[in-house]
Structure formats: C-alpha cells, structure tokens
C-alpha cells in the first residue's frame, strides 16, 4: 500500500501550479502519490498537469467539468490509494521534509497537524505560526489546544488516515464556501488520537483574487452566511449543543466563535440580518465563559457586538 496520497484540487492556477507540484513530487520521503484534480481549468493549467503527469508514474490525474474545491477534494478521495490523506491547495506549496517529519511522528494518528508560513505572491513572510505541539490526545481534548489558534479548519493543516475518514463518511459540502469550516473540527472532534507536530511544512500563499481574499462583497455575503449554514450542520455534533450556560465544551465555543467573527465582513443591512440569525440560532450561548476573560467577552459580544468585533481577534 502506498503510504500517503497528496490530493490537489486545481482551477485556474497556473502562476503558482509548477510550484507547488514540483514541492511535492521533490519530497525526501518517497512512498506517496499525487492525485491531481483538474476542476475544470479555462487557463493553462491542463497543460502543467499533462507535463506531470507524462513525467512521473505516481501521479494521477481526475479531469472534471467545474464543480468547486469541495467536488475536486472528494473525487480525489476516492481515488487515493494511500494510508494517509493530505489535501494540498495548488496555488501553496510545501517543504521538501514535509512528509519525512510526518511519517517520524504519525504513530497510526487519526488525524496529524503540522505549521503553517504564510506569505505574500512574492515570498515574503507574513507570519510563522508556531503552535504548541502536543503528543497524541482524543479528539475533544486536542479541540482545547487547537481551538486557541487561527487555523484550526484549514483541511491543508492536517494529515488524516484514510480508513478513518472513509469510515466516517466525511466529505466536504459542495457548492459552498468555507468547506473546510463545515468540515475539519468535526473531524478532530471526532477521532480518537490526534497529534500535532511543530514542523512548519506548509507555505500558505496569500495571493490576490484568490476565493477567500476576492472583493467582491457579494461573495463575502455568501462567504458569511454560507458558515452559518455550516454552524448549524456543526452544532449538530455537539454533546453540549442543548446548554444554556456550556462550560467544558471547546468544539462548541469554537465554532460558535467562527460564526460570530465572521460578522465583521459585513456592513449595514447584512450584516443587521446576519446578527438577527446569529441570535435566532442562540449561537452565543455556545460560547466559552470558564475564565473572568471570556466572561467578559460574551456580555460584550451580547451588549456591543460591533464593538466586540473590532478588538476580537
């Protein structure tokens, strides 16, 4: 059996695709293959992807008309053959020890995080985010470390085994932004050993016109209320979903606090109806109040959120 399997959604990517294609195939640890999923490209990146593919035979391409990031990573899964699942976005790309400093600490993990660099389109560092390791916990337990940092959603950050994932039936929710959101802390929540790694292994570019940094203010509305759909299908998983006054539960307060957040894209009348949604749904009542900080937090949050929004992290 192969051991890991990169899967590569790719939709028009073209200045960055050989980049992070060439990380991959350029990886010291060799027992992996590539599964490249061509979303429906209208650039040249079909032309990139024929060049590997010819190339090297442990890569593997689905071609598929247009149907999102989430299509193209689901596909992907289904073609995999690895023990391991990494889902690798084509416009970043990853350190050559990447999956050598993987494989040294995976001890059979449900679920695996590393590091994350981010950096602009021109390589310079924005920020180096070096969490706290930890050995390996049960899901509910590592959702108090992780929850504390920004990227706990992002699929990119995290190795999963394969029969783990097919088991569970995960997949990411077509047609919607924030899939990863809708997805991975139910993951985590849910898988009996987790471990984080402090290798910082992944280059996360922060490119212009990318889905998640687009201007466009119609997509950032859809972006919003597309994660509170999300919320809802996530609360669902909840032990504590019915508390009034939840202590213990991370997961909860996590993405009851995403959800919350993301208000702050949002001006005027949306955001007015977005508010109104968040209190119909009782999301702040997910929110963690174990210590006088988050305490604090919440009666902001509830008396001024406006106000919560602009000093929130």
Do not use: W
């Not at 400093?101 to 679920?111: A, G, L, P, R, T």
């Amino acid at each position: 059996m192969i051991k890991y399997s990169f899967i590569v959604p790719v939709y028009n990517t073209l200045k960055y695709l050989d980049k992070c294609l060439k990380s991959l195939i350029n990886q010291t640890y060799k027992d992996f293959e590539i599964i490249i999923a061509n979303d429906g490209s209208t650039d040249d990146s079909k032309s990139i992807i024929s060049s590997y593919e010819k190339k090297y035979n442990n890569i593997k391409v689905i071609n598929q008309k247009n149907e999102g990031l989430s299509s193209a990573r689901n596909n992907g899964v289904k073609k995999a053959r690895g023990k391991y699942l990494l889902f690798i976005d084509s416009d970043d790309y990853v350190e050559k020890d990447l999956l050598k400093q993987i494989d040294e600490k995976i001890d059979d993990c449900d679920v695996l995080r590393y590091q994350a660099v981010t950096e602009d389109e021109d390589g310079n560092n924005i920020k180096v985010f070096n969490e706290k390791a930890f050995d390996t916990l049960n899901g509910f337990d590592a959702f108090k470390e992780l929850s504390n940092y920004r990227f706990v959603e992002l699929a990119c950050l995290y190795v999963y085994k394969k029969d783990y994932y097919l088991n569970n039936n995960f997949e990411f929710k077509k047609g919607v932004y924030h899939e990863d959101y809708g997805l991975i802390p139910y993951v985590i929540y849910k898988a009996k050993k987790v471990k984080s790694i402090s290798y910082a292994g992944y280059h996360y570019v922060q490119r212009c016109g990318s889905i998640m940094n687009s201007k466009d203010y119609k997509k950032t509305v859809k972006k919003a209320f597309d994660m509170l759909e999300q919320y809802k299908s996530l609360r669902l998983f909840s032990k504590n979903a019915s508390k009034k006054n939840n202590l213990d539960d991370y997961y909860l307060s996590y993405i009851s606090n995403c959800a919350i957040v993301k208000a702050r894209e949002l001006k005027g009348k949306e955001r007015k109806k977005y508010v109104s949604e968040l209190k119909k749904l009782n999301v702040f009542d997910g929110v963690l109040v174990n210590t006088n900080i988050r305490k604090l937090k919440k009666k902001l949050m509830k008396l001024n959120l406006n106000l919560y929004l602009k000093v929130a992290r």
